[in-house]
């Protein structure tokens, strides 16, 4: 739903950089914060509970509905960019989040296999919250496209780089 109607609003949302600035801000605080609970993690007695297990169920779909908004402001900036037929744009934004629930089971079995992944995913959303600032702080000047196809590609090589069995209950 927010994505929908981040495209309907679309021209307004991408003229308004504080929310851009905003959603840049958040999505390093996404990075950082996993980067800290890692850290605070490796130190914590096994069987302890860590800082995830404070989260609510509504807390944590406000955190959804927030990090799916603040991702979709470059992925509809970028539709919006390619194509003005606003049906098309939204049927591809509602295909992409169809299929993410799809494979969702897929990607939560590769995190457990992965070791890096996790990690990896975290640092492509610290790249989204980067680009997102530097376009607002320096906007004569645009990263060329395969340099963020090439950057994304790299970190998924190095995400899927180390593999550990996983147990028989993860399988």
Same mark, same amino acid.
Request: net charge negative; aromatic share 8%.
């Given at each position: 739903f927010l994505r929908v109607a981040l495209i309907l609003l679309a021209q307004w949302v991408l003229a308004f950089k504080p929310l851009q600035l905003l959603a840049g801000i958040y999505l390093l605080w996404l990075f950082l914060s996993h980067i800290w609970s890692k850290s605070s993690n490796s130190d914590t007695p096994t069987g302890s509970s860590g800082p995830s297990s404070t989260f609510s169920f509504p807390r944590t779909i406000v /955190? $959804? *509905?927030?990090? %799916? $908004?603040? +991702? !979709?402001? %470059? !992925?509809? /900036? *970028?539709? #919006?960019?390619?194509?003005d037929q606003l049906? $098309? #744009?939204?049927?591809?934004?509602?295909?992409? =989040? =169809? *299929?993410?629930r799809f494979t969702s089971g897929l990607f939560i079995r590769w995190l457990n296999i992965y070791t890096r992944l996790e990690t990896a995913g975290?640092? /492509? #959303?610290? $790249? #989204?919250?980067?680009?997102?600032? +530097?376009?607002?702080i320096f906007s004569e000047l645009h990263l060329p496209e395969w340099w963020t196809l090439l950057t994304v590609a790299l970190?998924?090589?190095?995400? +899927?780089?180390?593999?550990?069995?996983p147990s028989a209950s993860e399988v």
């Open positions: /955190a $959804l *509905a927030l990090t %799916d $908004l603040a +991702f !979709s402001i %470059d !992925s509809v /900036a *970028a539709a #919006v960019a390619i194509s049906i $098309l #744009v939204i049927t591809g934004a509602l295909i992409g =989040v =169809v *299929a993410l975290y640092l /492509a #959303v610290a $790249l #989204v919250g980067i680009k997102l600032i +530097f376009t607002l970190l998924m090589i190095w995400g +899927f780089s180390e593999r550990k069995e």
